[in-house]
């Protein structure tokens, strides 16, 4: 009786195509950023002209403020060197002083402070996938689609999936050791925080654990030449605890975050006002972080010092057990627990679109991590199996963030 492997393959067959595919593997990692690399060089950055010359970061339909063409200039090549000499306070006392400059002309200007404002809601009913594709994907607009995923929700409280799923793992933070780490779930259930802050895991890890959330559903959302696809790579958020906060950051894919227990309040800044978010110029140039410390309310601790954030226009929004969160790639925002836990599963997705953050694309591609990130994933892929795909979240960088 003749037996075939898990994809109909005879096994002989089977065995020959999984050593071509673990021997392509890293030459196809390499390959994509290259050719990524090369696309951004030719047509984003202008040879990184266009990024130097061009006062606007991104290609959003926000309106610009009055930040001064030389200011961002500065600011552009201050956090340049930072990232080049791995000194995250040089030219501290230069950046002061061209922020008051930023801060002067706002003022005169007549810019507001702490404008917020919505975005765009819908029910899962009144919005289908070409139109949240044409309207939403494509230019890169946030949304909220309310009720997207139904059902008995409670099957997604922290407890049942560690019962359903007791040998998945997770990342950790062990307050013991001090230092992340990998635990399964039935144990972090057990240790119910006495020990263990769970942070995410990987859903690509076992296809039931992915099946459970229903992600295929979301592939009609975003086509690739007119073709469902697949997100880049999938993480279970768990974030734990009342009012657990993250620190303002962005990422440089777009997110699809389906609000799975609990609620949690987020806030949204676009890429457009990134000079006003002080982004830092430490990470992996996977994501960026604020360099201030927020209060509840998402405003800085220290407001005398990073005074530029009122200026900045924002969007809060409240999602709950079956919402999802649509943002481009780039988009500040911060999140805090409303209930004891706030689990979600957030997915990143690839897709042609407008240019979100050109700057802190350049950024990118002269990171080393980006380089090692960019193959990990791509081999990854290209075996058919999650090894290297922890190193695309790095961290549960919406629950904590470690620098």
């Keep these: 009786m003749r037996t075939t492997g898990i994809d109909g393959r005879e096994p002989i067959a089977q065995a020959n195509w999984d050593r071509v595919r673990h021997a392509a593997a890293i030459p196809c990692g390499v390959g994509a950023a290259a050719m990524y690399t090369l696309w951004q060089l030719a047509v984003e950055q202008k040879g990184f002209a266009h990024t130097l010359l061009v006062e606007r970061v991104s290609g959003s339909s926000v309106p610009p403020l009055p930040l001064g063409y030389a200011n961002v200039l500065q600011l552009k090549l201050i956090m340049l060197w930072r990232q080049l000499s791995s000194d995250p306070g040089a030219l501290g006392a230069r950046q002061s002083r061209v922020q008051r400059s930023i801060r002067d002309r706002l003022e005169a200007a007549g810019v507001g402070h702490g404008a917020i404002g919505g975005i765009a809601e819908y029910q899962a009913d009144d919005l289908d996938p070409r139109r949240f594709y044409r ?6 607009v946030p949304c909220v689609i309310r009720g997207f995923a139904g059902g008995d929700l409670s099957r997604y409280r922290f407890a049942a999936l560690a019962e ?22 039935q144990e972090l259930s057990e240790d119910a ?27 009609p959302y975003f086509p690739i030449f007119g073709r469902p696809s697949s997100p880049i790579v999938s993480f279970l958020i ?40 002080y982004p830092a110029a430490l990470g992996d140039g996977m994501r960026r972080f604020s360099e201030f410390k927020p209060a509840d309310d998402g405003t800085p601790q220290d407001k005398e010092h990073f005074d530029l954030f009122d200026f900045a226009p924002r969007a809060e929004v409240e999602l709950h057990p079956g919402d999802v969160l649509f943002f481009p790639a780039w988009m500040w925002h911060k999140t805090v627990n409303v209930d004891d836990e706030g689990l979600g599963v957030t997915s990143r997705y690839t897709l042609p679109g407008p240019m979100t953050n050109r700057y802190f694309r350049a950024l990118q591609m002269i990171s080393p991590d980006f380089w090692r990130s ?12 999650s090894a290297g795909l922890e190193g695309a979240g790095g961290f549960n960088e919406q629950e904590l963030a470690l620098r």
Excluded at 209 to 215: A, S
Excluded at 252 to 272: C, F, H, I, M, Q
Aim: aromatic share 8%; hydrophobic share 40%; glycine share 8%.
């Design 238 to 277: 768990l974030g734990m605890g009342k009012g657990l906060a993250a620190e303002f950051h962005c990422e440089e894919s777009p997110n699809w975050y389906l609000a799975v227990s609990g609620s949690k309040r987020w806030t949204l800044v676009d890429a457009e006002y990134s000079w006003l978010m």
């Design 193 to 219: 925080g006495a020990r263990y802050e769970p942070l995410q895991a990987l859903l690509e890890q076992d296809e039931r654990l992915r099946e459970c959330f229903d992600l295929d559903r979301v592939r």
């Design 374 to 385: 960019t193959v990990q994933v791509v081999a990854g892929k290209v075996r058919g199996d």
């Design 135 to 140: 309207e939403h994907a494509r230019k890169g």
């Design 164 to 185: 359903r799923f007791p040998d998945a793992v997770a990342q950790a933070v062990d307050t013991v050791d001090e230092q992340i780490t990998t635990v399964r779930l």
